[in-house]
């Protein structure tokens, strides 16, 4: 049974194309889409607005979720899951989801549908949840000689409390590598490639915001939408070989 992948930088104004291939693995017109959510009534209005163009072609759409935002599982999450054709996971705090959709029960149920054939889509926190590990907070590392940023300073002007980075288990549905959303506009080159240095990952992929990377079977196939899609390899000590790929480019990945 075929497995596809398809993660995005973020939900930009071409959003509408680059998703489209994504719905087709589903069934196209007559997919039926679990949107992943960190719940709440929130989280309905989000997807009611980014998913119109989906309805527009009939594809049913089940935001999944709990009741209150950050809430616990419950096994009606597991119900839709099971009863969709495809699994897309929305963006937000990676650390909520991560414990909604990763470490709870949902996470077997996730692993299961997609090794039996159900596409899976993952946008920002979507997607840094595809790989085994990956960074789940934070813009800076502090070390008992160093301190320094890895993400665009500014990023967390609003946040509360420590932004040190944090790093956690992910889904494990693609390995031998780490991704990091909007790599251009948030200045993500040092985290990734410090998430690679933490993981031992020898693949790291920076995806601009209007960027959708895919993979099938667990080996990436292409480069949707616009921007630029960063592959780094990870070289001997602390060498990096760093490859741009513009939308339409095909590639392989380095093994470990």
């Known amino acids: 049974m075929s497995k596809a992948l398809f993660l995005f930088g973020d939900q930009?104004?071409?959003?509408?194309?680059?998703?489209?291939?994504?719905?087709?693995?589903?069934?196209?017109?007559?997919?039926?889409?679990?949107?992943?959510?960190?719940?709440g009534a929130r989280a309905k209005e989000y997807v009611a607005r980014i998913t119109v163009p989906w309805k527009d072609i009939g594809v049913e759409v089940v935001t999944v979720g709990p009741t209150e935002r950050?809430?616990?599982?419950?096994d009606e999450m597991v119900r839709s899951l099971r009863e969709c054709t495809g699994i897309f996971m929305c963006g937000g705090d990676t650390r909520i989801y991560q414990r909604i959709?990763?470490?709870?029960?949902?996470?077997?149920?996730?692993?299961?549908?997609?090794?039996?054939?159900?596409?899976?889509?993952?946008?920002?926190?979507?997607?840094?949840?595809?790989?085994d590990e990956c960074a789940l907070w934070g813009g800076i590392v502090t070390t008992s000689t160093?301190?320094?940023?890895?993400?665009?300073?500014?990023?967390?002007?609003?946040?509360?409390?420590?932004?040190?980075?944090?790093?956690?288990?992910?889904?494990?549905?693609?390995?031998?590598c780490v991704f990091e959303p909007h790599f251009g506009e948030a200045g993500g080159f040092p985290r990734l490639v410090t998430v690679m240095e933490r993981t031992g990952s020898p693949n790291g992929y920076g995806l601009d915001e209007p960027i959708c990377l895919t993979f099938e079977d667990g080996e990436?196939?292409?480069?949707?939408?616009?921007?630029?899609?960063?592959?780094?390899?990870?070289?001997?000590?602390?060498?990096?070989?760093?490859?741009?790929?513009?939308p339409g480019k095909r590639f392989q990945q380095a093994s470990r």
């Open 12 to 39: 930009r104004d071409n959003f509408c194309d680059t998703s489209g291939p994504f719905l087709e693995a589903a069934g196209g017109a007559s997919a039926r889409i679990a949107m992943l959510t960190e719940g």
């Open 70 to 74: 950050a809430g616990e599982p419950d």
């Open 101 to 131: 959709y990763v470490t709870s029960m949902l996470g077997d149920v996730i692993r299961e549908l997609y090794c039996a054939g159900k596409p899976y889509a993952g946008v920002s926190a979507g997607a840094l949840l595809a790989a």
């Open 146 to 176: 160093n301190e320094y940023y890895v993400r665009y300073r500014g990023y967390y002007d609003n946040a509360e409390g420590s932004i040190e980075l944090e790093l956690g288990q992910g889904l494990g549905l693609i390995h031998d």
């Open 220 to 246: 990436p196939k292409g480069v949707l939408g616009r921007g630029r899609l960063y592959h780094l390899r990870k070289g001997a000590s602390s060498e990096f070989c760093v490859e741009v790929h513009e």
